[in-house]
């Protein structure tokens, strides 16, 4: 329910007050003019955001905002975490694969990659920091291999 400006009259959605006339600035929502739903957040800080939640809030941007610096970095939080994914199985297949041979010739070392693990998630945690602070200070930095893909892929 929306009410006059001027005299608190029930407007509904009419752009002018039925009772004294006055323009109710009819402004049209975001969605309705074709802005993009995140067109009020600076660039800067929405290419921050692709990075926080992972995959997750790079999916959100790369879908929602059509700015060319957003996408980029929405399209690039994605491919990090699809690379994430692939050095874990890759990691883990070593692990068992090494630990099946080594406890064969019975000298266990297989199970010390578990501690390896960590540093490879920190490592992974750090390289996203980096592209959180290199989108915030506007700059559109390229990780070495997937850079140019996600540069490729989103026309940026």
Sequence with gaps: MAFCKACGQDIGGAAFCPKCGASQGAA???AASGESPTAGMEENVAGLLCY???WISGLIFLLIDKRPFVRFH???????NITFFVVWIGFWIVTVVLGLITTMLHFPVGFLMVF?????????????IFCMYKAYQRE?????????????MVGA
């Design 116 to 128: 390896l693990f960590p540093v490879i998630v920190i490592g992974f945690i750090a390289i996203a």
């Design 52 to 54: 926080l939640f992972g």
């Design 28 to 30: 049209a929502p975001a």
């Design 74 to 80: 929405g399209a690039q939080a994605i491919a990090l």
């Design 140 to 152: 559109k930095f390229k990780l070495p291999i997937i850079g140019n893909i996600v540069e490729k």
